[in-house]
């Protein structure tokens, strides 16, 4: 019986020797944009000075994407009031520099704007507020 175990073992480790040393095909390339990074650090997105050499790293290191917060309660002070782009448009295009594709998630709705005014959390009071925000 200990005979038959080694020669089991032996071919499973056989396998897995064969397994690993097999070559990569060399036509297996990952979907253009899969390659992606999340950045959430606001004193990165917002330095004039750290954000292009940022993206210009993750241009060299392969990145092709890159997901940051957009904060609506940064963007939009008062209801009714006008959307400020400056922050978000910088760092678009530090990002476009590079070709990197942009994916923003919007997060934190004013305080005027949400359902429990003390909750950063809080989803927007009224849908048509956001979307009238989002459609800007």
Do not use: C
């Not at 200990?2 to 396998?15: K, N, S, Y």
């Not at 448009?89 to 594709?101: F, N, T």
């Amino acid at each position: 019986m200990p005979d038959h175990r080694h020669r089991v073992l032996a071919t499973l480790l056989a396998a897995v020797a064969l397994v690993l040393a097999a070559p990569v095909a060399a036509s297996a390339r990952v979907p253009s944009g899969w390659v992606g990074v999340v950045v959430s650090d606001n004193s990165l997105l917002n330095s004039s000075s750290a954000w292009p050499h940022e993206t210009s790293v993750m241009k060299q290191s392969g990145v092709q994407s890159v997901r940051i917060p957009v904060y609506w309660t940064n963007m939009q002070q008062s209801e009714n009031g006008p959307v400020s782009f400056t922050a978000l448009d910088a760092q678009v295009l530090g990002a476009a520099k590079q070709h990197l594709h942009v994916m923003p998630s919007v997060l934190r709705a004013p305080t005027w704007a949400r359902i429990k005014a003390s909750d950063i959390g809080s989803p927007p009071r009224d849908p048509a507020e956001f979307a009238a925000f989002m459609k800007q």
